[in-house]
């Protein structure tokens, strides 16, 4: 009974909507559901033919939207594929180009050293034609000049450490000086304070006596000062003269 229903709605379908494209009588393509009775609202009236009809409007749109976004979804899967294979080309490609500039410079290699061997070749070879072009009268003077060089060079050295020692045994001498300056110093002031803490008692003759000992201890003391200061002073003339004797 129902197939019949939907038969009759084709056969009324295709003559009343003949116009819309997307009008169709494959009623073997239906499902097998059961009819339903559409509700209709006050003023408004439904046909069978026309509620089919739309229903197969939007089964088809629904089919058309469906296959559009199968299209995106493959075009897009190929985009992606080619985009892949691209990449992976160019990679190749800058691969194959490294690997050529590598075996190129490989090459070049070699070929820049045998130039270099062969230039210090050419140089040593130039070298040893002006060596043997030399006379030997010049060769004899460049080693004198070479020989005078290094002695007065070694003669500098030795000045200068012959310099260094006198400074340095000045330094010590003058350091002894003053630290024996400074006993004596410390020495007088002992002696001096023991003189104040002993008791008055003591005569003037003492005092005197004691302090006349006391100058001729200091005028000895100066006078030994003096003359190590003159000692240390025509050392000190002495050597400078034997160094001028030197360089002269």
């Known amino acids: 009974m129902t197939s019949y229903i939907y038969l009759l709605a084709c056969i009324f379908a295709s003559f009343s909507l003949y116009f819309l494209p997307f009008a169709s009588c494959d009623f073997l393509s239906l499902p097998e559901e059961p009819a339903v009775t559409p509700t209709l609202q006050i003023g408004e009236t439904v046909t069978v033919g026309e509620e089919l009809a739309a229903d197969q409007q939007q089964q088809q749109q629904q089919e058309q939207q469906e296959q559009q976004e199968v299209q995106k979804e493959e075009q897009q899967k190929t985009e992606e594929k080619e985009e892949e294979e691209q990449v992976q080309e160019q990679g190749e490609e800058q691969k194959d180009e490294q690997q050529l500039q590598n075996e190129q410079q490989q090459e070049a290699q070699p070929e820049e050293q ?16 002006v060596e043997e072009q030399q006379p030997q009268e010049q060769q004899e003077e460049q080693q004198n000049q070479e020989e005078q060089q290094a002695e007065q060079q070694q003669q500098a050295e030795e000045q200068q450490v012959e310099e260094q020692q006198a400074e340095e045994q000045q330094a010590e001498e003058q350091q002894a000086e003053e630290q024996q300056a400074e006993e004596q110093q410390a020495e007088q002031q002992t002696e001096q304070q023991a003189e104040e803490q002993q008791p008055e008692e003591k005569s003037q003759e003492e005092q005197q006596a004691e302090q006349q000992q006391e100058e001729q201890q200091a005028e000895q003391q100066q006078e030994e000062e003096q003359q190590q200061l003159d000692e240390n002073h025509e050392t000190y003339v002495h050597r400078e003269a034997e160094v001028k004797e030197e360089e002269s």
């Open 114 to 129: 045998q130039q270099q061997e062969v230039q210090q070749d050419e140089h040593q070879q130039q070298q040893e034609q």
